[in-house]
Antibody, heavy 119, light 106 residues
Framework: QVQLVQSGAEVKKPGASVKVSCKAS????????ISWVRQAPGQGLEWMGW????????NYAQKLQGRVTMTTDTSTSRAYMELRSLRSDDTAVYYC????????????WGQGTMVTVSS | SYELTQPPSVSVSPGQTASITCSGD??????ASWYQQKPGQSPVVVIY???KRPSGIPERFSGSNSGNTATLTVSGTQAMDEADYYC?????????FGGGTKLTVL
């Protein structure tokens, strides 16, 4: 079945970087894009950006430009999200989500990765 | 930047109809999707392309989108429908989520 499986929880110090992975299975990875969405504790969903599974083209949320990089490895059907210069307000659950080619909706989500930024 | 606005909370009695709105400039000119999120779980799409239900989503979930407002309607609301609901649309290639609405089934 179609699923996205993310890497485990991370604890980082302010100023450090984190890289979260998202392994796709059950579909042709290059046929759909992957978005990253985060959710701070008790808060709503925040779209971080999108990467094409076909050619690696990206589009990042303006507020994260310069701190975030999204990549893919088509040989392993994995997507990665790296966030640099971490701050305490980056503490959140980070989700990868498949953007359906047919509907433009997020039709499959990973289980989420908790990233805690604390000194 | 494009913004979507939702009411923070909506309450409904079991068996009644709940409506959750999502407002944005000329939102009706774009497709809206709706996501349900229960505590500790990942979001799940319940409506896409304004009105369409994915397989496995109960028929009591329906959507509409016109003018500046998209609406998610839950008919015959059940206790299991208590959750946070988020609308979402695309502004060119940028994804935008509404702030979310907590649906309480009293």
């Amino acid at each position: 079945q179609v699923q996205l499986v993310q890497s485990g929880a991370e604890v980082k110090k302010p100023g450090a970087s984190v890289k979260v992975s998202c392994k796709a299975s059950g579909y042709t990875f290059s046929s759909h894009g992957i978005s990253w969405v985060r959710q701070a504790p008790g808060q709503g969903l925040e779209w971080m950006g999108w990467i094409s599974g076909k050619n690696g083209n990206t589009n990042y949320a303006q507020k994260l430009q310069g701190r975030v990089t999204m990549t893919t490895d088509t040989s392993t059907s994995r997507a990665y999200m790296e966030l640099r210069s971490l701050r305490s307000d980056d503490t959140a659950v980070y989700y990868c989500a498949r953007r359906s080619l047919d509907t433009d909706a997020f039709d499959m989500w990973g289980q989420g990765t908790m990233v805690t930024v604390s000194s | 930047s494009y913004e979507l606005t939702q009411p923070p909370s909506v309450s409904v009695s079991p068996g009644q109809t709940a409506s959750i709105t999502c407002s944005g400039d000329k939102l009706g000119d774009r497709y809206a999707s709706w996501y349900q999120q229960k505590p500790g779980q990942s979001p799940v799409v319940v409506i896409y392309q304004d009105t369409k239900r994915p397989s496995g989503i109960p028929e009591r979930f329906s959507g509409s989108n016109s003018g500046n407002t998209a609406t998610l309607t839950v008919s015959g609301t059940q206790a299991m429908d208590e959750a946070d609901y988020y609308c979402q649309a695309w502004d060119s290639s940028t994804g935008v989520f509404g702030g979310g609405t907590k649906l309480t089934v009293l």
